[in-house]
DNA sequence: CAACGCAATGAACACGTGTTCAATGAGTCA
DNA sequence: TGACTCATTGAACACGTGTTCATTGCGTTG
């Protein structure tokens, strides 16, 4: 454990010359690739370790054209599914052997400064969990063979891939389970200039009514904002001129059935006693005593992992085309859906 | 908009040969130091506008022997506060130019491995938020001039800074709290194997009263584990043998402060009626109208804010000796603990 | 014994930038 | 006009790695 050199960091060089090889030699003992002697390869792999030598990344990033960091855009992480999302996402990328580099974007120009950032960076991929990255940068990635991947959002972009929770699918979940219960009458609640996945999940559920000859008993509830808040003020406004109270409302993610739950809870109102409900997001709170909300639950981990392989199959064939991956959502029944014995 | 060579990316070189100067100067005109004359500096500028030219930050981190990377250590991001003081470092550490690099680790060989790569990096800094990172690593990187910080943990070591939030003032606050709500008695509620922070409390909480002279009247309760359900089974352990509840907890986090409330509901018992309670970290949840808890408010901006001036201070000054600084935490009032009028 | 194939090695180049150092030329002062 | 100062410029080096290409030497076969 004794540097040849305490304050100077140390390089192939050092490990060849304390090895009595050349750099190329160690370059190749480390990398696994060239045809080296395996009596050589043990001594310099004993030799680094003894100098504790560590491979500069930024040399090497520099040499391959590619670094081994994996770019992902976030926003707004404090909301508990994003957060969940962006842990299993971080997961991933570290059992693959990547580093995580993470931008938390507000506008469509802070997204395309982290674009751009992120190609300076000579990043291996980059995945989106939001906003909308402009076109033309998307194409630059493209043009500079970096792989795009959208999770739950709708990119269009040829070469671009996108993974997503089955919307379609959960929503026709969400329409049986509702019917069983003995719903007739029925809700969707999303907040005001929802996101893709959220405008997907109402055109869905309707349409899974529509195929029950139902979709005209189904009322759109507006939050004026995404969140708690906006779920607990739409409660406020949907009971203002006290109409009849759907009775089976799906709503879009899991803080705004919380927000919407509470806020007719404070009205005297609480499911399952006086409406049916179920949330997207299967977060931690939904199933909490004072919540026990159904929801449908993304399977994270497969996003994740399907994600993560999109890139990397992305990284060797740079032309395939654009690939569209659904993965499965499973309906968690709670107490908030399901009918009183 | 024209490029010179449409699939390759381009370089410093390009832009002088565009602008009709040497690359140094493409490099001076760019990098805002050494002599150059204000002309020659608007062509430049000008030239790398037109060919849309991107530093290379992997050539140029390589060259400065610094990378413009920032790591950050953390564990369990879905936890609301950690998610809560994640976003709110990542923002800072892009308002200030940086780039964040944030690896999630479990166990301690995991931390030595992240340290590890981050040095690799040539990070400009690391910010740990979880975990005892290895005395022998983090004295590797005060070696290599790379500063790094720890947020609410004492890690020790010359050189090495601390940010934390002041729980001595916290914990007085809370007991003068209780004290002025009418609270006789009092308990403390930890998980096992707490960090360094909750043991923290913990005893500050202890002192505040001894300095009351009621430290007899308090009972440590003990969660088998952290987190919402370690909070419900704390809730069950204390009514086992039906004792009297104390008047007045204090409890280590917000999580385990909810778990506690709704497993104290399931048995019949409910705050301010039969107990005031109050948690630390001032996450969303606890705001809302299901919980409504008292808690003391970490100021995580200021806590993001101190620790990048402590990283970029330290930078400038590697020498200097360590500093501890403690942040301000705020009272939120609120139903939990309130005696009702 | 000669010719050949093949594994192993080291010299040299490329990656793209920041910075040092010597050279140039214009401007100033005597 | 000649000497001197000083701003500006470009050539060259350093940063640390991966990889190509020519060379070496050994074992094998005819």
Same mark, same amino acid.
């Given at each position: 454990m004794n540097k040849v050199a305490k304050h100077r960091n140390i390089t192939a060089q050092d490990v060849a010359d304390y090895a009595g090889v050349s750099r190329a030699v160690v370059s190749r003992a480390l990398s696994e690739n060239g045809s080296i002697a395996p009596e050589t390869k043990a001594k310099v792999i004993k030799a680094a370790q003894e100098l504790g030598y560590q491979v500069n990344f930024l040399a090497q990033g520099l040499n391959r054209k590619r670094s081994q960091l994996i770019g992902v855009v976030v926003a %707004?992480? *404090?909301? =508990?599914? %994003? *957060? #969940?999302? &962006? $842990?299993? &996402?971080? *997961? $991933?990328? +570290?059992?693959r052997g990547y580093q995580a580099l993470i931008t938390e974007v507000q506008t469509e120009q802070d997204l395309a400064d982290t674009m751009r950032r992120f190609s300076q960076f000579r990043v291996s991929g980059v995945v989106v969990t939001s906003g909308q990255p402009p076109q033309a940068l998307v194409k630059e990635c493209v043009e500079f063979k970096i792989p795009v991947v959208g999770i739950n959002r709708q990119l269009d972009i040829p070469q671009v891939d996108a993974v997503y929770s089955d919307n379609q699918q959960g929503a026709q979940l969400v329409c049986e389970h509702l019917i069983t219960q003995g719903c007739k009458s029925f809700g969707w609640l999303n907040y005001k200039g929802s996101t893709w996945s959220g405008l997907q999940r109402g055109a869905a559920f309707s349409q899974a009514l529509l195929e029950q000859g139902l979709n005209h008993r189904l009322t759109n509830i507006e939050a004026p904002c995404d969140g708690y808040e906006g779920g607990q003020q739409a409660a406020f406004t949907l009971l203002e001129n006290q109409p009849p109270i759907p009775q089976g409302i799906f709503c879009a993610n899991a803080q705004l #059935?919380?927000?919407? &739950?509470?806020?007719? %809870?404070? +009205?005297g109102f609480d499911a =399952?006693?006086?409406?049916?409900l179920v949330g997207f997001d299967n977060t931690p709170q939904t199933e909490q005593w004072s919540y026990q909300l159904s929801t449908l639950d993304q399977n994270i981990d497969a996003l994740c992992k399907s994600t993560l392989d999109c890139l990397e199959s992305r990284t060797h064939l740079p032309n395939k085309p654009s690939c569209s991956l659904p993965i499965a959502v499973q309906l968690i029944e709670r107490k908030s859906s399901l009918s009183l014995p």
């Open positions: %707004r992480i *404090s909301d =508990p599914f %994003r *957060s #969940a999302l &962006l $842990e299993g &996402l971080i *997961s $991933e990328i +570290q059992a #059935a919380c927000g919407f &739950l509470d806020g007719m %809870r404070q +009205q =399952p006693q006086n409406f049916k």
